[in-house]
């Protein structure tokens, strides 16, 4: 995720295109992306954990994760396969995991991408 100086520079970056960004819009829609990056786990713990009906995770889903429908039965498909019960959290935590590590970090952004670091290396 881009923090505030990034998207200052992205907007400067894409004036000689003609391109106009609003580098505050653009901070304040990746912060909300950020927060919502988790509707699929949190799906996945309702179905699984708590004992949700299929009609109260997609509802949950269609409300928080901001997708079409069509998306909405794709996060309950995969969150309602047993093969894949908990993986659907490797995504939210991974990335909590790998940007908390990061830091804004470049040399670190480069070790996550050329070690090989398990989960408990990253905390």
Known sequence: MLDRDAHGELAKRLRPFEFEYDAEVGARVAEARRKLYAVPSNVAILLHERGASHREAWDYAAQWSLQPADRVDKILANAEERRSRG????????????????????????????????PADLS
């Open 87 to 118: 993986y659907v959290q490797t995504y939210s935590e991974g990335r909590r995991l790998c940007h908390a590590f990061v830091g804004g970090d470049p040399a670190r952004y480069r070790r996550l991408l050329t070690a090989r670091l398990l």
